[in-house]
């Protein structure tokens, strides 16, 4: 009975639409801490994952490739090859029905709901170093470990180097043409991805990288990528035909391709001396034609009218040399967008650092047991904490310790009055919130611009003060 393609197309939609809602039912609880919060991500990750690979098998019945639907549907209305027979048909199929129904008396609809509904009580296994902390921190150890150790790297401290690994375009040019390098640079991104899948599954990389790439494509012509300006020119491929071409290592299909636009293929075929007419879609396949197989081996059919195909010469040394140069490039635009996406991390990382470097063994020991208990009593709602000095809580959810409540002044309040009143505690928030967006949006609506020349003024009246004698010196 459930055999038949329509009745499989229905049980998919209804797959589909099961996930759907208990994505939302799980995203409707509020996770009481990081780890909950992790492991709620990553179920919605997999049922994502399921509704993805399910929507794929419904295309592929839909796009009927081998008639199978068509003819369902034609044998259900009655058509056959001696012409059209409804109730014909129509009573086939009650023979059928009941036919399966006598050799199956005690056959019940499965409810799948409460299968299903276990999927929110999962706890998906997690893998975390011990430096990671449930992916609260970077561990980046054997990373700097290469680096200090490396011709391009300096003999830094591990908090120095936490302020410069995300910078790779301030290394000098020279130091950076070298294999040692390009497996660092690997090194690292095969690490910070791992990191993002990790703490952040429902982020979609390969859409993010995509788009890095394209965007990088435009500024390697244009010989605008930080730290590599020029670097085209300097290569001695300058050309206006390497400024149209396209590296389609960064393409793996051809609806990759079609993304970046009719022109830009246009001018992209132009540059191979390929045809470059056709749809959107055609004119993506010829390209892609390029990537597995060379100009020379082309068919000559797919070359322009007037264009020869190109024969084998001595360039390709130096057009390899400048594709691992590209290569490179490429990979440290990417740290860099990834870095961005975890700035805050990487910040709470270097917190982290600074304060062990502040503690004797034993508080570094005691916090680690604290780690490593589960979470016993956070299944008691009603246990109060101890907390007579009124002490902020920390990540753990139990009051942070008294030594480093002094040591960042977390006891002063400054107010500003330009976030309305608001209270921050300790001089680092206070300092950080010049940058944030209530402090921002405060300024927005004074009329003044939220440079530094402001920073510290948190008085309406001093502001305006500032601003009048800026326009008198002007």
């Known amino acids: 009975m459930s055999s038949t393609l329509l009745e499989l197309t ?13 994505i939302v039912k799980d995203l409707q609880n509020e996770p009481a801490s990081n780890k909950d919060r992790l492991a709620q991500s990553h179920r919605v990750r997999h049922m994502i994952d399921q509704i993805t690979s399910t929507t794929h098998k419904l295309v592929d019945i839909y796009e009927d490739k081998d008639n199978a639907r068509k003819d369902e549907i034609a044998a259900l209305g009655g058509q056959t090859a001696t012409g059209t027979n409804v109730f014909s048909a129509f009573y086939d199929r009650l023979k059928e029905i009941r036919e399966y ?3 199956h008396p005690s056959a019940r609809v499965l409810d799948t709901t409460d299968e299903l509904e276990q999927l929110l009580e999962e706890e998906p296994q997690i893998e ?3 430096e990671e902390a ?6 980046l150890h054997e990373l700097y470990n290469d680096y200090i ?13 936490l302020d410069v690994f995300s910078q790779p375009q301030h290394i000098p040019r020279k130091l950076k043409m070298t294999r040692q390098y390009k497996d660092y640079l690997s090194k690292m991104t095969e690490y910070l991805v791992y990191f993002l899948e990790r703490t952040e599954p429902l982020q979609d990389l390969d859409r993010l990288f995509l788009k890095v790439t394209a965007e990088f494509e435009e500024q390697w012509a244009d010989g605008k990528v930080d730290g590599w300006k020029d670097e085209a020119q300097e290569n001695g491929h300058a050309t206006d035909k390497n400024t149209s071409e396209l590296d389609l290592e960064y393409y793996s299909t051809v609806n990759d391709l079609v993304i970046i636009g009719p022109e830009r293929l246009k001018e992209a075929l132009g540059a191979l001396g390929l045809k470059t007419g056709g749809t959107v879609q055609q004119r993506a396949e010829r390209l892609f034609l390029t990537k597995h197989t060379p100009l020379e081996k082309l068919d000559k059919k797919h070359f322009a009218k007037g264009v020869r195909r190109p024969e084998q010469n001595g ?17 440290e635009v990417k740290i860099e967008k990834l870095c961005e996406i975890l700035s805050e991390k990487i910040e709470r990382t270097k917190e982290n650092v600074e304060k062990k470097q502040a503690q004797i063994y034993e508080e570094i020991d005691a916090e680690r047991e604290d780690e490593e ?4 009593e956070s299944d008691d709602e009603d246990q109060q904490i101890y907390n007579p000095l009124k002490l902020p809580m920390g990540w753990d959810g139990k009051p942070i310790p008294y030594w480093l409540y002094k040591l960042h002044g977390l006891g002063q309040e400054f107010k500003c009055e330009i976030c309305g009143n608001y209270s921050y505690w300790g001089r680092r928030a206070y300092e950080r919130h010049f940058k944030e967006f209530r402090h921002q ?8 611009p939220n440079t530094k020349n402001f920073n510290e003024i948190t008085s309406i009246e001093h502001n305006n003060c500032g601003r009048e004698l800026k326009r008198s010196k002007g």
């Open 315 to 331: 360039t390709v040394t130096a057009q390899h040399q400048n594709d691992d140069l590209k290569q490179i490039a490429l990979m």
């Open 101 to 103: 129904h006598r050799r």
């Open 149 to 161: 150790n490396s011709k391009f790297g300096k003999k830094i401290d591990y908090t120095a180097y």
């Open 10 to 22: 229905r049980a998919a939609h209804e797959d589909v639409e099961r996930f759907e809602r208990l």
């Open 441 to 448: 949006y405060g300024m927005r609506r004074l009329g003044i």
């Open 128 to 130: 975390f170093s011990g």
């Open 134 to 139: 449930y992916g609260r921190y970077l561990d």
């Open 373 to 376: 208990v589960p979470d016993i």
